[in-house]
């Protein structure tokens, strides 16, 4: 069992930026590719970013790639998401997500957070 918990969501101007973090319960952390997705109202739940176990690999989605950063730390049980020059159609409920395999689709992921909201205006 792996627990997360999010935290660094808010409320920004178009061209700030954010840093998010979800936190991983138990010794078991480095065993778990890390992701983060995102849902805005009315869409589904859409791939951000991943992490392999212990941060050699990366993938991101098409519209953040070159402005959102995902790492980990894997002696604080970290993983991080950060955002820059955010844009308003980042606008989502931002979650992170554990699994065995690294992968950027929603279904195999096992383990979610509570999700943290993260508003930009224009």
């Known amino acids: 069992q792996v627990q997360l918990v999010e935290s660094g969501g808010g409320l920004v101007q178009a061209g700030d930026s954010l840093r998010l973090s979800c936190a991983a319960s138990?010794?078991?952390?480095?065993?778990?590719?890390m992701a983060w997705f995102r849902q805005a109202p009315g869409k589904e739940r859409e791939f951000v970013a991943a992490i392999s176990r212990f941060g050699r690999t990366t993938y991101y989605a098409d519209p953040v790639k070159g402005r959102f950063t995902i790492n980990r730390d894997n002696a604080v049980n970290t993983v991080y998401l950060q955002m820059n020059s955010l844009k308003p159609e980042d606008t989502a409920v931002y979650y992170c997500?554990?699994?065995?395999?690294?992968?950027?689709?929603?279904?195999?992921?096992?383990?979610w957070g509570q999700g943290t909201q993260v508003t930009v205006s224009s």
């Open positions: 997500a554990a699994n065995k395999n690294l992968r950027t689709e929603v279904a195999p992921y096992d383990y």
């Open positions: 138990g010794r078991t952390f480095s065993s778990y590719a």
